[in-house]
């Protein structure tokens, strides 16, 4: 199979890493905001090219797949373009920072596209073991968190360039909310700006926030969020059982029943399970096995705009979102 890229970050390395190690798997084109970039990447593969222009690397080159690693702002024209071509695409979170993912979406299923996006917390074991034990139990509630620091990226404390903490990262604890307890009928946020914007300039993005979500299913949720700590403190769900409590989080879940606790580590690579789930679906022309589609991702992202919407005025927003 034939594989192209559109970014040349952080991401784009990590998936195209991946790749590389995939047999009867070729990567090769990097689309990039400049040739240098897009070049320097081609390199560290065997046959790859570099290009500037999304059209020109499809009129060039004949791909099977290809894969968006861009900043929240820089999706909508680049989804377009390989729908309108017929190519199937992993993109990774956010799908964006406004209204355009909708129409892609509803492109998308009219066109019976596959698609898959980044939400790689489906793909841990741990979610699975965690689905299994709640399919056992009554739940109540859940806490989620994302507290850690600023990713230094320069786009990322631009609220215009992407959507904000809630948004941006945050985004995948709402994302396995919804995978694990249900979708979400209404949101309300409270997010403020507290220190980073006097640490770091260019920074408009809210540095703390708490959002209460109601689920269709009578649960009630919070997630919360800052990005003011020096490093990383803790990024995950707790959900409360009739049982006891289930604590997930990236490589450990915890079930504590009263004074039992069992934990579980996380055994297999989600993205490597996200990047071979998606690309042999590509090969079968079968998205069954696909565990965030795009046309799934964008109820999340729906999610996450009506957090920063509530944000700014004050209001709940509710949401019309089908189990
Ligand atoms: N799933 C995860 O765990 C995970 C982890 C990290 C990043 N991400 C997501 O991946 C995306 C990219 O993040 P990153 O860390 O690679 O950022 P980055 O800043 O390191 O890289 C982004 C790249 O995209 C390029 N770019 C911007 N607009 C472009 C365009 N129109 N065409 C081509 N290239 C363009 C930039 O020049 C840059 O090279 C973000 O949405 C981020 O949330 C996901």
């Not at 970014?7 to 990567?27: Q, Y």
């Not at 919360?224 to 604590?247: F, H, M, R, W």
């Not at 998205?287 to 589609?293: N, R």
Request: charged content about 25%.
């Amino acid at each position: 199979m034939k594989i192209g890229f559109i970014g040349t970050g952080f991401f784009a390395k990590k998936h195209a890493s991946i790749l590389g190690e995939m047999s009867g798997v070729e990567v090769t084109a990097f689309c990039g905001t400049s040739l240098e970039k897009a070049e320097g990447e081609a390199r560290n593969c065997s046959n790859a090219s570099g290009y500037t222009n999304v059209e020109e690397m499809l009129d060039k080159q004949k791909l099977d797949a290809v894969y968006i690693c861009v900043p929240p702002m820089s999706h909508g024209s680049i989804e377009q373009t390989l729908i309108e071509r017929g190519i199937p695409f992993f993109v990774e979170k956010p799908l964006g920072i406004n209204d355009a993912p909708y129409e892609i979406a509803k492109k998308i299923e009219d066109q019976g596209l596959i698609t898959s996006v980044g939400y790689h917390w489906r793909y841990l074991d741990l979610s699975k073991k965690a689905l299994s034990l709640l399919q056992e139990r009554q739940i109540g509630m859940a806490l989620g968190y994302w507290m850690g620091d600023m990713p230094m990226v320069p786009w990322w404390r631009d609220v215009n360039k992407s959507g904000g903490q809630f948004v941006e990262q945050t985004t995948h604890i709402v994302d396995l909310l919804r995978f694990l307890c249900g979708e979400i009928k209404e949101v309300y946020a409270a997010f403020s700006s507290r220190m980073m914007a006097d640490k770091v300039a260019g920074t408009t993005v809210s540095d703390v926030g708490s959002v209460t979500l109601k689920l269709n299913n009578g649960m009630i949720a919070t997630i919360s969020n800052t990005c003011i700590l020096p490093e990383s403190n803790k990024a995950g769900l707790d959900v409360y059982t009739n049982e006891g409590v289930i604590q997930i989080s990236s490589n450990l879940l915890r079930d504590i029943r009263g004074k039992e606790m069992t934990e579980y580590r996380n055994q297999l690579d989600p993205y490597l399970i996200e990047n071979k789930i998606f690309l042999d679906a590509v090969k079968a022309g079968d998205p069954t096995h696909i565990l965030s589609s795009y046309k799934d991702a964008v109820k999340t992202h729906r999610v996450t705009l009506a957090a920063a919407h509530s944000a700014m005025t004050g209001e709940p927003v509710p949401l019309e979102m089908e189990e």
